[in-house]
Nanobody, 119 residues
Framework: QVQLVESGGGLVQPGGSLRLSCVAS????????MNWYRQAPGKQRELVAA???????NYGDSVKGRFTISRDNAKNTVYLQMNSLKPEDTAVYYC?????????????WGQGTQVTVSS
C-alpha cells in the first residue's frame, strides 16, 4: 500500500513560481517511477512530468522549459518546480505512481493540490 501526500499549491501571479512536493509512504520509493498529473475544470487529467527510478525525466509539451521534476530518495519525496507560470497552468495537481506487475499495474494517487495562476 502506498500513500501520497502533496503540498505546495496556492495562488500565484502570472510569471511567478511554485514548488510542489509529494511525500510517499511505504517502501520501494527509490525503485519506482513517479509522475505529476494535473486536471483543470472541464478537462481531462494530463501528464505534466515524469521521473524514472534512475532519474530520467519527461515533460508534457506545454510545460517544457518551465517545469522541472526531481526526486530525493532519502526523503521519499518528488518535487515539481514550476516557473514562469501562466493562467492556463491553473489546475489541481496530482502525484502518481504505479506498483505491481507490469502487465497489470495499480495506480496510486494523492489527494491533489490546487494551483491557481491569476493576477
Amino acid at each position: 500500500q502506498v500513500q501520497l501526500v502533496e503540498s505546495g499549491g496556492g495562488l500565484v501571479q502570472p510569471g511567478g513560481s511554485l514548488r510542489l512536493s509529494c511525500v510517499a509512504s511505504g517502501s520501494g520509493f527509490s525503485i519506482n517511477d513517479m509522475n505529476w498529473y494535473r486536471q483543470a475544470p472541464g478537462k481531462q487529467r494530463e501528464l505534466v512530468a515524469a521521473i524514472t527510478s534512475g532519474g530520467r525525466t519527461n515533460y508534457g509539451d506545454s510545460v517544457k522549459g518551465r517545469f522541472t521534476i526531481s526526486r530525493d530518495n532519502a526523503k521519499n519525496t518528488v518535487y515539481l518546480q514550476m516557473n514562469s507560470l501562466k493562467p492556463e497552468d491553473t489546475a489541481v495537481y496530482y502525484c502518481n505512481t504505479q506498483r505491481g506487475a507490469w502487465w497489470s499495474p495499480v495506480d496510486y494517487w494523492g489527494q491533489g493540490t490546487q494551483v491557481t495562476v491569476s493576477s
